[in-house]
């Protein structure tokens, strides 16, 4: 049981890609930081709806282009069932969608693949632990 004032409890973050190796690196990054851990992998849309119903993650960082059901769909999907989670749109487009429209799917935030992943645990931390950011 954990004290007052010790580590808080990790956040669980659902990695949504249908790229094995980038699901794979994701998770590997998301692992090896501090109060965050990965409680599952979906390698589409509608495969990101099913785990995230079952798994409850307190995140989901999804990639924008992928088969079945692609990212907007599947965050608007999200957004409806789950409208407390937060949805981290990771892509390779910067241009795909606009502003406007990434909020209104009820994304809240877009990192592109060719940042830094610093960059995407720093957006992640922030929706996660609004108050120390």
Known sequence: MLALGSTPVPKSVL?????????????????SEAGLNVCGEAENGR?????AQALH???????LSMPVM????AARALKTLMPTVPV?????????F????ARSAGISA????SEHVS??????????????A
């Open 98 to 101: 606009s502003d406007e429209e």
């Open 15 to 31: 990695v949504v890609d249908d790229n094995a190796f980038i699901r794979q690196v994701l998770c590997r990054v998301f692992t």
């Open 70 to 73: 692609n990212g907007i769909d």
């Open 119 to 132: 960059v995407l645990i720093g957006k992640a931390r922030a929706l996660l632990y609004p108050s120390a």
């Open 57 to 63: 993650p307190d995140l989901i960082v999804m990639d």
């Open 47 to 51: 495969d990101a709806i099913e785990k």
């Open 110 to 113: 877009l990192v592109l693949k």
């Open 88 to 96: 981290v749109m990771f892509s390779e487009y910067s241009d795909a």
